[in-house]
């Protein structure tokens, strides 16, 4: 069964950050879909009601949910706007979601802002024109991650809600198995091969 993991939040809320390192943390076969990347990188398009960046979100999503094991939709998000992403999501039961909103404040974002290397490319005035107050899902509920939270503890209590820990030892213990079993198969069927050409050389020697 796929996972779904939304991450939303106000611009320099840290949610960046904390898909790509769940996104590490996963590994082989995690999509992530970052909003900024999609809108602004891809398509260069607007944002609202409107935006084309929802039918591509679709389109990744339905192949997220069809060839990946943890899907991570990443971005501001807001939630009226976007929220035939939303309906989307929950007409297809077979997801399973886990959604966290970084409710910070204001001052708190302009804060984390102020250290990051986008600092120099947009302000605390870009900031207050993309803020939305507490913008929280009505058709999924969400987890509030706040100020406090660093990624790493954000990155364990995803982890820890997921119930990654204890499937992800079995799934390592279950191909270490599978490749001993690989092993003694091919180291079995060496011997067989030294053996017919010892038998092979012996018989040339007699003629």
Known sequence: MPNLIIIRGNAASGKSSLARA?????????????QDELRREMLLAHDGFDTPTISLLKTLL??????????????????????????????NPQIKTFAYYYDLTFEETVKHHSQRAKSKDFGKASLKKWWNDKDYMKT????????????????????????????????????TRQYSEYQKTSFVRFLGFIYHLEKLMAGNLKN
């Open 22 to 34: 769940l996104q590490q943390q996963l590994g082989e076969n995690t999509l992530r879909l970052s």
């Open 62 to 91: 339905h192949y997220g949910f069809n060839n990946c094991d943890y899907i991570i939709l990443e971005g501001i998000l807001k939630a009226d706007w976007y929220q035939p992403i939303w309906h989307y999501i929950t007409e």
């Open 140 to 175: 999924i509920p969400e987890q509030l991650f706040n100020a406090e939270l660093s990624i790493e503890q954000a990155l364990s209590h995803i982890l820890k809600d997921m119930s990654l820990g204890q499937k992800s030892k079995l799934k390592y213990k279950k191909r």
